[in-house]
């Protein structure tokens, strides 16, 4: 009889991806999910295994450092598999070295892999998808949460959550949507006028990625207008910042 696979999965600051990664391999059959957590990412943890709970598939929370007494309980049953990509590098390395140094096995390595337009920062050109880097032939297409499980992990009231100027949900791509529109006058606005509105709109992009954290928020703006010369620096600047559009 073939072991039971578990998998080691980082919880790090885009807890929503992270549930996204965790239903996929309960849906395919794991047994076993450790949610392995820093003292920064606890609460997004236990929240993912209260929305989980209804699962047949076992879910544990641990700090990551704690992750070879999982290891070292369940050793016996199961196949170990480990998540790069959420999380810090220092958690993978650490619970890489936990699994080896139990079982004389390294874990079976698993990433997410899309493919995406242009420089890699325009839309998604392929499935996204968790591949096992250890036996290529297996991979899984990551599916989708709902706005309302979203909302549980992230940490912002639902009053605030529909206040933020320009915020959305995109149901086929489990990500909020922040677009950013162009003043109603800014034709005539002035050099430093411009400089200060697009100082701002760093701001904004910056306090929603700390709220809802870069894999799970997607962000466009209104093209700029193609004069005077200085708004395609601005144009520049922001492309370089992550946020996309073009010029009108």
């Known amino acids: 009889m073939p072991p039971q696979r578990a998998v080691l999965l980082p919880i790090g600051r885009s807890p929503i991806h992270c549930l996204r990664l ?9 047994s076993l999910i450790v ?3 820093t003292k920064e990412t606890t609460e997004f943890g236990k929240i993912i295994q209260e929305i989980e709970s209804t699962s047949e598939t076992e879910y544990i929370v641990c700090e990551f450092e704690r992750a070879q007494s ?11 598999n480990l998540v790069f990509g959420p999380g810090t590098r220092d958690m993978q390395v650490s619970m890489w070295h936990d699994v ?5 096995l390294p874990p079976k390595h698993w990433v997410e892999h899309t493919r995406k337009a242009g420089d890699g920062k325009g839309n998604n050109i392929s499935r996204e998808m968790l591949i096992n880097l250890s036996n ?3 991979s899984y297409e990551l599916g989708q949460v709902s706005e309302e499980d979203a909302l549980k992990l992230t940490p912002i009231s639902i009053e605030r959550y529909s206040q933020i100027k320009g915020l959305s949900w995109i149901r086929n791509q489990s990500k909020y949507h922040l677009h950013i529109s162009l003043p109603a006058n800014a034709g005539e606005m002035k050099r430093k006028e411009a400089r200060e509105w697009e100082e701002d709109v760093y701001h904004r992009v910056k306090k929603a990625w700390n709220t809802f954290g870069r894999h799970a928020l997607k962000i466009t703006r209104d093209p700029l207008p193609s004069s005077p010369a200085w708004w395609s620096n601005i144009g520049e600047r922001l492309r370089d910042f992550g946020i996309g559009g073009g010029s009108k």
């Open 22 to 30: 965790a239903r996929c391999y309960s849906k395919n059959g794991f």
């Open 35 to 37: 949610l392995a957590v």
């Open 70 to 80: 999982v290891v070292e309980s369940y050793s016996d049953a199961f196949e170990w």
């Open 100 to 104: 080896i140094s139990v079982t004389a």
């Open 136 to 138: 290529r032939t297996e």
